[in-house]
Nanobody, 113 residues
Framework: VQLVQSGADVRNPGASVKVSCTTS????????IHWVRQAPGQGLEWMGKINPGDGGTKVAPKFQDRVTFTADTSTSTGYVELRSLRSEDTAVYYCATGGPVYWGQGTQVTVSS
């Protein structure tokens, strides 16, 4: 099982960012894809998940109005989009699946003017 994420990104405050997670080595619709982030000096923070099989999502209350999870079954890729970015959103964003047991390599998102 492999999860390969998109590269680092720098955005201005108020902008949006979309991170991708391309999977391989298992049936894409078998497991949900979780999104977790880690800000500098902080612990892991669960953002939510999507079930690629039916598109159903769960979103942590903190992100309810700013985040969208999608999944493209034709490319076995999951996406997270975070809107209205602020400096506190600067973090490494991870996708994970299979429990989650398998993790992507992480994507650094920096929000700075």
């Amino acid at each position: 099982v492999q999860l390969v994420q998109s590269g680092a990104d720098v955005r201005n405050p108020g902008a949006s960012v979309k991170v991708s997670c391309t999977t391989s080595g298992y049936a894409f619709t078998t497991y949900g894809i979780h999104w977790v982030r880690q800000a500098p000096g902080q612990g892991l923070e669960w953002m939510g998940k999507i079930n690629p099989g039916d598109g159903g999502t769960k979103v942590a209350p903190k992100f309810q109005d700013r985040v969208t999870f999608t999944a493209d079954t034709s490319t076995s890729t999951g996406y997270v989009e975070l809107r209205s970015l602020r400096s506190e959103d600067t973090a490494v964003y991870y996708c994970a699946t299979g429990g989650p047991v398998y993790w992507g390599q992480g994507t650094q998102v920096t929000v700075s003017s």
